[in-house]
Protein backbone atom coordinates (compact mmCIF):
# COMPACT_ATOMS: atom_id res chain seq x y z
CA UNK A 1 0.00 0.00 0.00
CA UNK A 2 1.47 3.34 -1.13
CA UNK A 3 -0.38 5.93 1.21
CA UNK A 4 1.91 8.82 -0.94
CA UNK A 5 0.29 6.91 -4.38
CA UNK A 6 2.23 8.47 -7.30
CA UNK A 7 3.17 11.91 -5.05
CA UNK A 8 6.92 10.85 -5.23
CA UNK A 9 7.17 10.01 -8.87
CA UNK A 10 5.40 13.01 -9.95
CA UNK A 11 7.61 15.52 -7.44
CA UNK A 12 11.04 13.78 -8.87
CA UNK A 13 9.83 13.95 -12.41
CA UNK A 14 9.31 18.00 -11.64
CA UNK A 15 12.95 18.57 -10.25
CA UNK A 16 12.83 17.78 -6.56
CA UNK A 17 14.48 15.30 -4.19
CA UNK A 18 11.48 13.70 -2.18
CA UNK A 19 11.39 11.52 0.51
CA UNK A 20 8.34 9.77 2.32
CA UNK A 21 8.98 9.44 5.89
CA UNK A 22 7.35 6.45 8.45
CA UNK A 23 6.21 7.28 11.35
CA UNK A 24 3.70 5.46 13.81
CA UNK A 25 -0.12 5.11 12.41
CA UNK A 26 -1.22 5.76 15.23
CA UNK A 27 0.35 7.79 18.56
CA UNK A 28 0.72 10.81 20.37
CA UNK A 29 1.62 14.44 18.42
CA UNK A 30 4.66 14.47 20.32
CA UNK A 31 5.73 10.96 19.69
CA UNK A 32 5.04 11.08 15.90
CA UNK A 33 6.85 14.62 15.79
CA UNK A 34 9.95 12.94 17.14
CA UNK A 35 9.95 10.12 14.93
CA UNK A 36 9.75 12.28 12.13
CA UNK A 37 12.15 14.67 13.63
CA UNK A 38 14.90 11.97 13.49
CA UNK A 39 14.10 10.82 9.56
CA UNK A 40 14.58 14.48 9.03
CA UNK A 41 18.09 13.94 10.38
CA UNK A 42 18.91 11.29 8.36
CA UNK A 43 17.59 12.74 4.81
CA UNK A 44 19.76 16.15 5.57
CA UNK A 45 22.52 13.50 5.99
CA UNK A 46 21.96 11.35 2.80
CA UNK A 47 21.29 15.03 0.67
CA UNK A 48 23.57 17.51 2.56
CA UNK A 49 20.28 19.95 2.92
CA UNK A 50 20.28 22.45 5.05
CA UNK A 51 16.67 23.21 4.79
CA UNK A 52 13.82 21.41 4.00
CA UNK A 53 10.21 21.77 2.75
CA UNK A 54 7.78 19.79 5.05
CA UNK A 55 4.29 18.36 3.58
CA UNK A 56 2.01 17.29 6.23
CA UNK A 57 -1.43 14.99 5.67
CA UNK A 58 -4.13 14.72 8.08
CA UNK A 59 -2.66 14.10 11.76
CA UNK A 60 1.32 14.26 9.94
CA UNK A 61 0.13 18.54 9.58
CA UNK A 62 1.11 18.09 13.66
CA UNK A 63 4.50 16.46 13.27
CA UNK A 64 5.78 19.30 9.93
CA UNK A 65 4.24 21.83 12.78
CA UNK A 66 6.20 20.40 15.36
CA UNK A 67 9.39 19.60 13.45
CA UNK A 68 9.10 23.21 12.99
CA UNK A 69 8.75 24.15 16.52
CA UNK A 70 11.99 22.18 17.39
CA UNK A 71 14.34 23.07 14.45
CA UNK A 72 13.09 25.80 12.48
CA UNK A 73 16.80 26.32 11.43
CA UNK A 74 16.00 23.58 9.22
CA UNK A 75 12.63 24.33 7.81
CA UNK A 76 12.06 26.57 4.55
CA UNK A 77 8.45 25.90 4.00
CA UNK A 78 5.71 23.98 5.83
CA UNK A 79 2.56 22.73 3.69
CA UNK A 80 -0.38 20.92 6.02
CA UNK A 81 -3.21 19.00 3.41
CA UNK A 82 -6.66 18.28 5.65
CA UNK A 83 -4.48 19.03 8.40
CA UNK A 84 -6.05 18.38 11.88
CA UNK A 85 -4.65 21.94 12.99
CA UNK A 86 -7.85 22.66 15.06
CA UNK A 87 -8.82 19.21 16.15
CA UNK A 88 -11.09 17.33 14.93
CA UNK A 89 -14.73 16.83 16.43
CA UNK A 90 -15.35 12.64 15.40
CA UNK A 91 -12.08 12.15 17.74
CA UNK A 92 -13.28 13.95 20.67
CA UNK A 93 -16.71 12.28 20.30
CA UNK A 94 -14.84 8.99 19.72
CA UNK A 95 -12.49 9.37 23.37
CA UNK A 96 -16.03 10.71 24.61
CA UNK A 97 -17.63 7.95 24.20
CA UNK A 98 -15.27 5.37 24.94
CA UNK A 99 -15.03 7.00 28.51
CA UNK A 100 -18.12 6.84 29.55
CA UNK A 101 -18.61 3.79 28.04
CA UNK A 102 -15.63 2.45 30.29
CA UNK A 103 -14.29 0.59 26.61
CA UNK A 104 -10.93 2.37 26.32
CA UNK A 105 -8.41 -0.26 26.82
CA UNK A 106 -10.74 -2.26 24.09
CA UNK A 107 -10.85 0.40 21.35
CA UNK A 108 -6.90 1.00 21.65
CA UNK A 109 -6.36 -2.60 21.45
CA UNK A 110 -8.65 -3.03 18.46
CA UNK A 111 -6.88 1.12 16.66
CA UNK A 112 -3.26 -0.73 17.65
CA UNK A 113 -3.92 -3.66 15.57
CA UNK A 114 -5.33 -2.13 12.88
CA UNK A 115 -1.40 0.07 12.99
CA UNK A 116 0.40 -2.81 12.89
CA UNK A 117 -2.00 -4.17 9.58
CA UNK A 118 -0.84 -0.99 7.89
CA UNK A 119 2.44 -1.01 8.72
CA UNK A 120 2.17 -4.38 7.54
CA UNK A 121 0.39 -3.44 4.30
CA UNK A 122 3.31 -0.96 3.42
CA UNK A 123 5.84 -3.99 4.44
CA UNK A 124 7.19 -2.16 6.98
CA UNK A 125 7.65 -4.09 10.91
CA UNK A 126 4.80 -2.84 12.87
CA UNK A 127 6.95 -3.09 16.19
CA UNK A 128 9.12 -0.94 15.15
CA UNK A 129 6.79 2.32 15.57
CA UNK A 130 4.77 1.52 19.00
CA UNK A 131 1.15 2.29 18.52
CA UNK A 132 -1.54 3.81 21.57
CA UNK A 133 -4.58 4.74 19.81
CA UNK A 134 -5.34 6.76 22.80
CA UNK A 135 -3.12 9.15 22.86
CA UNK A 136 -3.45 9.50 19.04
CA UNK A 137 -7.37 10.21 19.87
CA UNK A 138 -6.06 12.64 22.52
CA UNK A 139 -4.08 14.39 19.94
CA UNK A 140 -6.58 14.49 17.51
CA UNK A 141 -9.05 15.76 19.70
CA UNK A 142 -10.21 19.48 19.49
CA UNK A 143 -8.84 19.10 22.89
CA UNK A 144 -6.06 17.74 22.96
CA UNK A 145 -4.83 19.92 19.76
CA UNK A 146 -5.90 22.95 22.15
CA UNK A 147 -3.46 21.90 24.34
CA UNK A 148 -0.56 21.42 21.34
CA UNK A 149 -1.42 24.92 19.47
CA UNK A 150 0.17 26.26 22.68
CA UNK A 151 2.94 24.85 22.35
CA UNK A 152 3.12 25.23 18.80
CA UNK A 153 1.48 28.23 17.26
CA UNK A 154 3.69 28.29 13.57
CA UNK A 155 1.13 27.60 10.48
CA UNK A 156 -2.17 28.20 12.81
CA UNK A 157 -4.96 30.27 11.20
CA UNK A 158 -5.94 33.71 12.74
CA UNK A 159 -9.77 32.48 12.89
CA UNK A 160 -11.15 29.37 11.70
CA UNK A 161 -10.54 28.45 7.99
CA UNK A 162 -9.20 32.12 8.04
CA UNK A 163 -5.60 33.37 6.82
CA UNK A 164 -2.74 33.31 8.54
CA UNK A 165 0.93 34.49 8.17
CA UNK A 166 2.38 33.76 5.09
CA UNK A 167 5.52 33.39 7.02
CA UNK A 168 7.07 32.90 10.13
CA UNK A 169 10.66 33.19 11.79
CA UNK A 170 11.87 32.91 7.94
CA UNK A 171 9.59 29.58 6.81
CA UNK A 172 7.09 29.57 4.26
CA UNK A 173 3.44 28.49 5.16
CA UNK A 174 0.65 27.01 3.41
CA UNK A 175 -2.53 25.19 4.22
CA UNK A 176 -4.52 23.27 1.67
CA UNK A 177 -7.74 21.15 2.03
CA UNK A 178 -10.82 19.96 0.19
CA UNK A 179 -14.22 21.56 0.36
CA UNK A 180 -16.35 18.27 0.01
CA UNK A 181 -16.18 14.81 1.64
CA UNK A 182 -17.65 13.18 -1.64
CA UNK A 183 -15.34 14.15 -4.17
CA UNK A 184 -15.29 10.40 -6.20
CA UNK A 185 -18.48 8.24 -5.90
CA UNK A 186 -16.86 5.09 -6.86
CA UNK A 187 -14.38 5.51 -3.74
CA UNK A 188 -15.58 3.62 -0.86
CA UNK A 189 -13.94 5.53 1.12
CA UNK A 190 -16.20 8.69 0.34
CA UNK A 191 -19.04 7.10 1.61
CA UNK A 192 -17.77 7.07 4.91
CA UNK A 193 -16.75 10.81 4.72
CA UNK A 194 -19.72 11.64 3.98
CA UNK A 195 -21.56 9.61 7.11
CA UNK A 196 -19.34 11.18 9.35
CA UNK A 197 -19.87 14.46 7.64
CA UNK A 198 -23.58 14.06 8.52
CA UNK A 199 -22.44 13.35 12.12
CA UNK A 200 -20.37 16.14 12.30
CA UNK A 201 -21.25 19.23 10.81
CA UNK A 202 -23.89 20.21 13.07
CA UNK A 203 -20.93 20.72 15.64
CA UNK A 204 -18.23 21.31 13.94
CA UNK A 205 -19.70 23.46 10.90
CA UNK A 206 -17.99 22.72 7.10
CA UNK A 207 -15.55 20.26 7.34
CA UNK A 208 -14.63 17.03 4.51
CA UNK A 209 -15.72 14.22 6.82
CA UNK A 210 -12.67 14.32 9.36
CA UNK A 211 -11.26 17.62 9.05
Not at 103 to 128: H, K, P
Not at 166 to 191: C, F, K, R
Amino acid sequence: MDYWYQILPDLARNGSTAFATRISPFNSSEIRGEQYVEQLKEVMAITGAKKLNLIGHSHGAHSVRYAAGVMPQHVASVMTVGGANQGTIVASDVMRLANQTGTSELLNTLISSFGNVIMWAQGLDGQAFPHNALAAGHSTSIEGTAEFNQRFKLGLSLSPCGEGKYTDQGIALYSMTGNQPVTNPLDVSDAAMKALDLLSASKAGANDGIM
